[in-house]
T-cell receptor, first 112, second 111 residues
Framework: KAGVTQTPRYLIKTRGQQVTLSCSPI?????VSWYQQTPGQGLQFLFE???????NKGNFPGRFSGRQFSNSRSEMNVSTLELGDSALYLC???????????FGQGTRLTVV | GENVEQHPSTLSVQEGDSAVIKCTYS??????FPWYKQELGKGPQLIID?????GEKKDQRIAVTLNKTAKHFSLHITETQPEDSAVYFC??????????FGQGTTLQVKP
């Protein structure tokens, strides 16, 4: 059974640009959550999607957005990148909320 | 607000010893408590979880205990091995499904 796949693994972007990250969940999982991981702030919740609807949102500015497609694949977008957006972005999939959540390997974003 | 405190931040043990990591959560509505292990360059890997209707759960060398009254939960690893060296995260969630993570514990197992 394939795990959670995130692409790309690494990205380098310039301040002010925008970026789109992709996440393919485990087959049969309809819930996809996104987290930002930094050394200073740890793992912080961005948002969660279920059946193409955003069900939950963390405390991040509106520059961070996401969507989910009918096949449960999800994308997150960050516009007007700032240096502080440099982080490991992790996606987790689960069958339903409060069930086992499995993480992908993450996308390492560096903003220069 | 929602918060999970995790201690210690670093833990060094000799191979074969036990390791204990403790977490405290603030939201009394929390009902699901997973533990993750993260190795360098990888995403967090779920190693064990516990629900609020259970006090203890064991899986081979790993066990988790939950004290709902005190809002504490702990991870116990027995007979530690060098491959147990990693960063361990506790988390708590309510029915929203949002996981609130602790700050992580770097475990070093010395051969």
């Amino acid at each position: 059974k394939a795990g959670v796949t995130q692409t790309p693994r690494y990205l380098i972007k310039t301040r002010g640009q925008q970026v789109t990250l992709s996440c393919s969940p485990i087959s049969g999982h309809r819930s996809v959550s996104w987290y930002q991981q930094t050394p200073g702030q740890g793992l912080q919740f961005l948002f969660e999607y279920f059946s193409e609807t955003q069900r939950n949102k963390g405390n991040f500015p509106g520059r961070f957005s996401g969507r989910q497609f009918s096949n449960s694949r999800s994308e997150m977008n960050v516009s007007t990148l700032e240096l502080g957006d440099s982080a490991l972005y992790l996606c987790a999939s689960s069958r339903e909320k409060n069930t086992e959540a499995f993480f992908g390997q993450g996308t390492r974003l560096t903003v220069v | 607000g929602e918060n999970v405190e995790q201690h210690p931040s670093t833990l060094s043990v000799q191979e074969g010893d036990s390791a204990v990591i403790k977490c405290t959560y603030s939201d009394s509505a929390s009902n699901y408590f997973p533990w993750y292990k993260q190795e360098l360059g990888k995403g967090p890997q779920l190693i064990i979880d516990i629900r609020s209707n259970v006090g203890e759960k064991k899986d081979q060398r790993i066990a988790v205990t939950l004290n709902k009254t005190a809002k504490h939960f702990s991870l116990h690893i027995t007979e530690t091995q060098p491959e147990d060296s990693a960063v361990y995260f506790c988390a708590a969630s309510t029915n929203t499904g949002k996981l609130i993570f602790g700050q992580g514990t770097t475990l070093q197992v010395k051969p």
